[in-house]
């Protein structure tokens, strides 16, 4: 009996302290958003969160394998787009994300597709069978993603101010096509991106 308790509190101990680790950034509260900017119909699971978090600069690899962080972007609103081979919706986001990247390249804006495949050897390939080429990714294969925010949906993206603080996401698919996405865009970057 008590060995059985013992165990079930380390158990307990360890599923806090597992969770209070995840949960440290978005616990760090850094200053208030304001008034949030009213959505599109296509951006209604986008959550805009009402005080930016700090979070840790944490490395991903590049196709390159050099390591790479988000620190590099700022200045610029940075949109951070988690995906994976394995991901039917993921594969639909890509020539939109590829398109908004065209489109939105010399503004104020950087848009970081993050693999989270365990294998970035596959992930070429895998582009490069559905015609997506060109499209740059980062990896992150030991989801080092989750020392800032949860990688158990994808796709997912998510948004950071100028200074690298957490800003606001959507978990899930986003018509990213959609023609109400770049006035939307334009008015995150007016606010964040300075």
Known sequence: M?????????????????????????QNKLYDTGEAIPKPR?????????????VPDVPFIDEAGKTQTLKQHQGKLVLV????????????????????????????IAIVPISIDEEPKDVRPFLTQHN????????????????????????????FDAKGNLVGFVRGYLDWGDKDVIPYLDKLIAKYGQ
Not at 2 to 26: G, P
Not at 132 to 154: G, H, K, L, M, R
Request: include cysteine; charged fraction near 15%; charge should be negative.
């Open 81 to 108: 787009n988690l995906w994976a081979t394995w991901c039917a919706p993921c594969l639909r986001e890509i020539p939109e994300l590829q398109h908004l990247k065209q489109e939105y390249q010399g503004k104020n």
């Open 2 to 26: 008590k060995l059985c308790s013992m165990r079930l509190i380390l158990l307990c101990s360890f599923v806090l302290l597992n969770n209070s680790v995840q949960a440290h950034s978005l």
């Open 132 to 159: 997506f080429s060109d499209y740059q990714t980062w990896f992150d294969p030991t989801q080092n993603i989750e020392q800032i925010i949860p990688a158990n949906v994808v796709p997912a993206t998510y948004f």
């Open 42 to 54: 296509v951006m209604t699971g986008f959550v805009e969160m009402q005080h930016a978090r700090g």
